[in-house]
C-alpha cells in the first residue's frame, strides 16, 4: 500500500515537474518572440524616422545641410553630373539605316572608316518641319558621334567605347522616326515599302550579333520616338530598352514605364527667349491649336470644344500646326496664361513641349499620358492636370483654371523658365539639354538592365544542365 502510494505520489510530481517545464518553456518561447518583435519594430521605425531624443548637435547640423542642399538644388538629378558618363557601344551598321536616310553617301571605299560621316567637317542636315519632332535619333547619334573626338563637348552624359564588352548600354543607330516619316510608301516597283525593308533587314542583323545573343537585347537601346516606327520590329526586338514618346500603341509586355525611356519632342514653335512677359501682358486665358480626331481619345476635343466655344478669352481651334501656321501658333502661345494639352489618338503630344518653350502654363488633359524624365522633375509644379472625366464637367476646366491666381501662374512661370532647357535639342549638345538628359534617363535604368541580364542567364547554362534540373524537381519532396 505504502509503496503504492509513494509510486503515485511520484507519478504525481513528475507529472507537475513536466508541466513545469513546458509551461516555462512556452513562456520563454513567447517572451523571446515579443522581445524580437519589439526590437525588429523599433529598428523599422528608427530607419524611417530617425528618434529625436536621441539626434545629438552634429547630427542637427548635418540634417541641416542636407535640408539646405536640398532647397538649392530644385532638380535632383543634380549629383549625377559629377558621375562618370554612361558608356555606350554603337554598332558599325550600314548607312542605310541612319546618314543615308537623309540622302548622306559614305566617301572612297575605305568600309569600316566611312559608315559615319566626318562630322567635324560635315553634318547632314535633318528634314525640317514636322519630321524635327522626332528627330532625336538624330541629335543622338551625333552626341555619340561626338564624344569620341578628343575635343569632346563639356556635357558628355554619354561617351561612346569601342569596346562593346566595356559598355553600359548598345545603341541601335537606326533613325526609324525618319525612316517612318519618308519611307512607309510602298512605291510601284516595290513589293514592301523601304521603311518595312529597313525594319526586317535590323531584326537580322541584331539576332545575329554577339552583343545581342549576350544580353538577349536586354541591354539594347533601340529608338521609336514615331509611334508608328518600328510597327513590324517592336514585337521582335521588346527586350531591349525601347526611347519612346509615349505608350499608346504598345502592349504592356512590349513596352513598360519601367524598362523602357519616354523622350520629349522637339518642339516646332519659336522659343521665347527674353520673355519679359507677365499674367496681365498675356492676353488670352487659354489656347488650344491641334487636329482633330475622330478616334480613341479624340472625342474629347470635340466636347471640350463645345464647353469652350464661348468663352471670349479662350481660344480653341482645329487644325494642325503646319509650317505655315507656325508663326502664327508661336504668338498665340507667347500670349496665352495657359495651354491645353488634350490627348489625341496616342495620349502624347508635341503640344506640351510647344508650351513649355513658349511659358503657357501647360493645362494636361491626357490620363494616360506618360511624361519625360518625370523620375527627377515634378510637372505639377508648372502644370495643371485634369482628369478628362472632371473636364468634361460643365464649367469645370474654366472655373479651375480662373480660380488660380496671379501668384500661383507667376510661380509656374517662373518654373517653366527654369526647365525649359530640359527640352532643348542641340549640337553640339549643352549641359542639361534634352539630349544629355535622355542619356541620363537611360543612365539610371542601367542597374535595372543588369539585373534583367543576370537573371536571365540563371538557367542558361547548358540544356543537359537545364535538363537536370527539371529531372530533380520531379522527384516529389518528401521523397528525402
Ligand atoms: C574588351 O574588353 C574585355 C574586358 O575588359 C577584354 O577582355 C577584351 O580583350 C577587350 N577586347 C578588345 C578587342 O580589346
Ligand atoms: C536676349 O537677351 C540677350 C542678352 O540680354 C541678347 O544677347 C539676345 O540677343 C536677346 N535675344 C533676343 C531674341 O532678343
Known amino acids: ?214 544580353s538577349g537585347g536586354r541591354d539594347h537601346v533601340v529608338l521609336a520616338h514615331h509611334p508608328n516606327s518600328m510597327l513590324d520590329a517592336r514585337n521582335k526586338l521588346f527586350p531591349a530598352m525601347f526611347i519612346l514618346s509615349d505608350f499608346g500603341r504598345y502592349p504592356p509586355t ?60 479662350v481660344h480653341f481651334s482645329f487644325g494642325s500646326v503646319r509650317n505655315g501656321g507656325v508663326n502664327k501658333a508661336s504668338q498665340g502661345m507667347h500670349s496665352s496664361k495657359f495651354c491645353l494639352n488634350i490627348a489625341g489618338d496616342t495620349p502624347s503630344s508635341n503640344r506640351l513641349f510647344d508650351a513649355i518653350a513658349s511659358h503657357c502654363v501647360p493645362v494636361i488633359i491626357s490620363d494616360e499620358i506618360e511624361l519625360p524624365f518625370e523620375d527627377v522633375i515634378d510637372y505639377s509644379e508648372f502644370s495643371v492636370f485634369v482628369r478628362t472625366t472632371d473636364a468634361l464637367k460643365e464649367n469645370f476646366l474654366v472655373n479651375l483654371i480662373r480660380g488660380i491666381s496671379k501668384e500661383e501662374w507667376t510661380r509656374m512661370w517662373n518654373r517653366l523658365k527654369e526647365v525649359e532647357k530640359f527640352y532643348e535639342f542641340h549640337f553640339p549638345s549643352k549641359v542639361d539639354d534634352a539630349v544629355q538628359m535622355i542619356w541620363q534617363a537611360i543612365a539610371r535604368k542601367v542597374p535595372s538592365v543588369k539585373m534583367r541580364v543576370h537573371k536571365s542567364r540563371r538557367f542558361s547554362g547548358s540544356a543537359s544542365e537545364v535538363e537536370k534540373q527539371s529531372i530533380w524537381s520531379l522527384i516529389p519532396r518528401n521523397f528525402w
Open 254 to 313: 512590349v513596352a513598360n514605364v519601367e524598362k523602357d525611356v519616354i523622350a520629349p519632342y522637339k518642339h516646332v514653335i519659336k522659343t521665347y527667349d527674353n520673355d519679359t512677359s507677365g499674367f496681365d501682358s498675356r492676353p488670352t486665358l487659354l489656347y488650344f491649336q491641334g487636329a482633330i480626331y475622330r478616334k480613341d481619345g479624340g472625342f474629347v476635343r470635340q466636347e471640350l470644344f463645345y464647353l469652350l466655344q464661348d468663352e471670349k478669352d
Open 1 to 214: 500500500m505504502a509503496d503504492k502510494n509513494s509510486s503515485a505520489i511520484g507519478y504525481v510530481a513528475r507529472n507537475l515537474l513536466l508541466c513545469l517545464f513546458v509551461v516555462t518553456t512556452i513562456l520563454f518561447a513567447l517572451s523571446c518572440y515579443f522581445v524580437l518583435r519589439s526590437t525588429a519594430h523599433n529598428r523599422f521605425l528608427s530607419s524611417t524616422f530617425p528618434s529625436r531624443p536621441f539626434v545629438s548637435s552634429t547630427d542637427d547640423a548635418i540634417a541641416k545641410a542636407v535640408k539646405r542642399e536640398r532647397e538649392n538644388c530644385r532638380c535632383d538629378h543634380k549629383d549625377e553630373k559629377s558621375k562618370s558618363p554612361l558608356k555606350v557601344y554603337m554598332y558599325d551598321m550600314d548607312p542605310e539605316f541612319h546618314f543615308g536616310l537623309l540622302d548622306w553617301k559614305p566617301e572612297g571605299k575605305k568600309k569600316k572608316s566611312s559608315v559615319w560621316p566626318d562630322i567635324q567637317k560635315f553634318i547632314p542636315p535633318y528634314p525640317g518641319g514636322l519630321n524635327l519632332q522626332h528627330s532625336i535619333e538624330y541629335w543622338l547619334t551625333l552626341d555619340l558621334l561626338a564624344s569620341a573626338y578628343p575635343n569632346t563637348p563639356s556635357a558628355n552624359a554619354a561617351k561612346r567605347v569601342y569596346n562593346s564588352t566595356e559598355a553600359d548600354v548598345i545603341f541601335v543607330p537606326f533613325f526609324s522616326s525618319l525612316s517612318y516619316n519618308r519611307f512607309s510608301k510602298v512605291n510601284p516597283h516595290q513589293k514592301t515599302s523601304r521603311n518595312k525593308d529597313l525594319q526586317r533587314k535590323l531584326v537580322a542583323f541584331l539576332t545575329a550579333q554577339e552583343e545581342w545573343k549576350r
